[in-house]
């Protein structure tokens, strides 16, 4: 039988039962769309994510106080809760000698209330200085940012994230009055455009940012830092200011043992190379998930592929009868199951991609993330190739089963 007759045929006794056909491509289908939609959602989190790193800034390097343990994915101890006191002014301005060093900001955080009137909110605050709204790219809608005078001359200004500025003022214009944060009164001078959830999950609009000395004497009455702010010259590779801002801190705090620092350091490369094996582990391992799907819907086919080589026993028997080789007769089961499983990954391929936009619709329009909408070609291929390839596999053995019939015995069946 010429290739053409057998898919000819194949598409014919398809089409002749659609209800069992739809019924047996459903696996395919709900395998495929879960593939892409997953796979699409691991690479939208991804380019969200490296969106949202590259939005703090250019060049940066942040040194956090306390030493990490070895191992990628382990955290400074001062990430975890414990108070780290290494990180000082002296420092800073060790770092700010540095040629290949644009700039150092240091920075204090704290939580506490912020109250206007009859309306309170918690809030994170930052004690930083007056460079830090350029470094860090926090652009000011209405107002100005505090400036290093400001900072010099003890005063207390605050600039409002946009959702802190909205829960105390409302659609009133907050520039110019007072609140109160944590019992301290502040002039607002400033409100930060929207930023909304950056990397690591921190709400960049629930913020309120104040002085660095008012917030380390007056707030919290340290003399320490919780970070600093580094940006490196474009003049030098990025890897090559890491390694002069550890020489830096090292030589500051007298460490001649690298396994005795009592800091870390992290470029915005390593923030997006961490972040990055996450998700890619994550979508790996939710795809794989989804293959189990379609393991599924295979074995569903090979089962209803069975059922109709019996149902079609005498069928087999009457073509083998007037010359049909078991060649034939396989050829013609082979490609029936083949193109079960394409067409059911091409709905799926539709499937997936329609619930890939209506989450990103959900995302953007209802959720208001500032969410990527990604559908790589990749997830597609892999789609119509797996679909492809589960036809042939599970629709190998009922093929064979069929062409082994006897057809003496075929005939006589009833």
Known sequence: MRLRDSIKTATSNVLHSRMRSFLTMLGIVIGISSVILLMSIGNSAQALIVNQVKGIGSNLIFIIPGATKSGRFSAPASSQGIVIKTLVKDDVDALERSASIVGATPEVRGQAKIVYGNNDTTVTFLGVGGDFFVLRSYNVAQGYPFTNRDVESYEHVIVLGSETAKTLFGNFDPLGKSVRLKDVSFRVVGILEKKGVGAFG?????????????????MLGIDYYNAITVQASDAYAPEFVKQRVISIIRESHRITDPDKDDFTVRTQEDALSLLGDITSTLTLFLTSIAFISLVVGGIGIMNIMLVSVIERTREIGLRKAV??????????????????????GIAGILLGSLLTFGLYYILVNIVKMDWV????????????????????IFGLYPSRQAAKKNPIEALRYE
Do not use: C, H, R, Y
Not at 373 to 392: D, N, Y
């Open 202 to 218: 921190i709400d960049q609009d629930n913020i309120a940012v104040i002085p660095l000395p008012v917030a380390q004497k007056q």
């Open 323 to 344: 010359g049909a080789t078991n060649g034939d007769i396989m050829q013609q089961f082979l490609w029936e199951s083949i193109i079960l499983t394409f067409l059911g």
């Open 373 to 392: 909408f990604v559908l790589p070609p990749s997830a597609i291929l892999l789609a119509v190739g797996v679909s492809t390839f589960t036809g042939v």
